[in-house]
Structure formats: structure tokens, C-alpha cells
């Protein structure tokens, strides 16, 4: 089992910043590929960003392209999204993920088999 837990989430006016961090316990972190992924009420889970195990790969959803970066630490078994130019729109609970996958990283919730209890993220207009 890969233990995941996430923290930095808050309220934030738009244009704002936020840094997110997922810690992670119970197996061996830089086997698996990471990702972040957000969901308000009525809508299906997206994905924001992700990472390759290794790290030398990063995706990201149009949507946040230019906004946010995500980046890993595998010797604190930790992986960040860092958040900058806050909008409304942003306004979520965000997920971090993990995934056994072994070339690229998964952009479909179903690609994960492990996830985070989430951390609500606010902008304000």
C-alpha cells in the first residue's frame, strides 16, 4: 500500500498563490508516477498535472499550462504543486494520486490505484 496525505490547501484571493504538498508512506515513492487531480461537487475528478517516476516528465492540463508546476522530492517521499495566478475557477478539492505505471504518466483517474483524502482549495474573486 502506498499511504498518501495531502496538506497546503486554504483560501487564497484570486491572482494568489498556493504551494500543495503529498506526503507519502508505506512503499518504495519513486517507483510510481504522481498526479494531482481536482473535483468540485456534480463534476467528475480532473486531472491537473502529473509526474513520471523519475520526475524528467510532466504533464499538465490546458487549463493550468503556465499556472502550475508540480515537481517531486524523492528522498522526502513528497510531491508538490506549486499554484500561481490563482483564478475562481480553480476552486476545488485537490487529490494527489499515485500510479504503478511504468513509461509515462496516466491522465484518467482510472489510472491510479492509490489517492490522497484531499485538501479544499478556495480562490476568491
Known amino acids: 500500500q502506498l499511504q498518501l496525505v495531502e496538506s497546503g490547501g486554504g483560501l487564497v484571493q484570486a491572482g494568489g498563490s498556493l504551494r500543495l504538498s503529498c506526503s507519502a508512506s508505506?512503499?518504495?515513492?519513486?517507483?510510481?508516477?504522481l498526479a494531482w487531480f481536482r473535483q468540485v461537487p456534480g463534476k467528475e475528478r480532473e486531472f491537473a498535472a502529473g509526474?513520471?517516476?523519475?520526475?524528467?516528465?510532466?504533464y499538465y492540463a490546458d487549463s493550468v499550462k503556465g499556472r502550475f508546476t508540480i515537481s517531486r522530492d524523492n528522498a522526502k517521499s513528497t510531491v508538490y504543486l506549486q499554484m500561481n495566478s490563482l483564478k475562481p475557477e480553480d476552486t476545488a478539492v485537490y487529490y494527489c494520486?499515485?500510479?504503478?505505471?511504468?513509461?509515462?504518466?496516466?491522465?484518467?483517474?482510472?489510472?491510479?490505484?492509490?489517492w490522497g483524502q484531499g485538501t479544499q482549495v478556495t480562490v476568491s474573486s
Open positions: 494520486a499515485g500510479s504503478g505505471i511504468i513509461v509515462g504518466v496516466p491522465t484518467s483517474a482510472a489510472g491510479y490505484g492509490y
Open positions: 508505506g512503499r518504495t515513492f519513486s517507483r510510481y508516477a
Open positions: 509526474i513520471s517516476w523519475s520526475g524528467g516528465s510532466t
